[in-house]
């Protein structure tokens, strides 16, 4: 079964210090693998995708995200971390397959706090 | 990227009462759309699959007639929560996609409020 993992409930991080939100999968095939984040009372933000090609894929607001295949993790970056990057993170993965009905399965979720 | 629309945005009703919600893909034929529940701090939990113009399939524990799922058209498909109860509040999220899409796009979500 594909399955997403974020090992960490909360992130802490100073503002302008580098921030690393972490995602390990589990997939049958090759993955297709997602990051969102959520303001308070508001829907998904795509940030960015990982597909194939480049293991480094640059995204929406300055994030970036490393696939690592022999590690089977996505972990999200950013070099320089906002105060207004505070909210809800989610890696996602989504399935394919037809018999997995292409579902797109989510993460646990990790909160991100940037202190000023 | 694809657009998809979710309405309403919020949603008080009183216990006992039916509430639908709205899931539209405004540029793009959504052969596929999802539903989804997320209780407050908590992940997006996948409720079921919608394929346009058959039934939907449910994950294990979501109960099919208490949480209704029409697909009819491909810009369309419809969330109705029958006979509501406060344990039914949450925020609701619905995202579609075709075939050919790499990724689902997502809908702004819907609050409902069982009071």
């Known amino acids: 079964a594909q399955s997403v993992a974020q090992p960490e409930d909360q992130v802490n991080v100073a503002e302008g210090n580098p921030l690393t939100v972490k995602c390990t999968y589990s997939?049958?095939?090759?993955?297709?693998l997602f990051w969102y984040v959520q303001y308070p009372n508001r829907g998904l933000q795509f940030l960015l995708k990982?597909?194939?090609?480049?293991?480094l894929v640059k995204g929406s607001y300055g994030f970036e995200a490393e696939f690592n295949k022999s590690q089977t993790s996505f972990h999200l970056k950013k070099p320089s971390a906002l105060v207004s990057d505070s909210a809800l993170y989610f890696c996602?993965?989504?399935?394919?397959?037809?018999?997995?009905?292409?579902?797109?399965?989510f993460g646990a979720g990790t909160r991100l706090f940037v202190k000023a | 990227g694809a657009v998809v629309s979710q309405h309403p945005s919020w949603v008080i009703c009183k216990s006992g009462t039916s509430v639908k919600i709205e899931c539209r893909s405004l540029d793009f034929q959504a052969t596929t759309m999802f539903w989804y529940r997320q209780f407050p701090k908590q992940s997006l939990m996948l409720m079921a699959t919608?394929?346009?113009?058959?039934?939907?399939?449910?994950e294990q524990g979501v109960e099919k007639d208490k949480f209704l799922i029409n697909h009819a058209s491909l810009t369309l498909s419809t969330l109705t929560v029958t006979s509501a109860h406060p344990e039914d509040s949450s925020f609701y999220i619905c995202s579609a996609s075709d075939r050919g899409n790499t990724e689902a796009f997502f809908g702004q979500g819907t609050r409902l409020t069982v009071v």
């Open positions: 919608s394929n346009e113009g058959s039934k939907a399939t449910y």
């Open positions: 997939v049958s095939g090759n993955p297709y």
């Open positions: 996602a993965v989504r399935d394919i397959r037809n018999t997995g009905g292409f579902k797109t399965i």
């Open positions: 990982y597909i194939t090609g480049d293991n």
